[in-house]
């Protein structure tokens, strides 16, 4: 853990907000992503918008 929120430039709090969803990847965490973990900024950012398009779909079909 404390090697990739090293790499991640993040806690470990935010870390685990990461793993569950509750912190949305912006272009610094994009960027040490990439570095850390391979793929572009742009993918991360792009799986994260993809992510809060179905979050969002989600919870408006549950308020159905």
Known sequence: T???TTLL???E???AKLFDG???VDEGLAT???RALGETARYW???QKTFDKVKGAN???AQL
Do not use: K, T
């Open 9 to 11: 430039v993040i806690s």
């Open 32 to 34: 040490n992503l990439a």
């Open 13 to 15: 709090e935010e870390l």
């Open 22 to 24: 509750r912190l949305s």
């Open 2 to 4: 404390e090697r990739i």
């Open 59 to 61: 919870e408006a079909a």
């Open 45 to 47: 950012l792009e799986l």
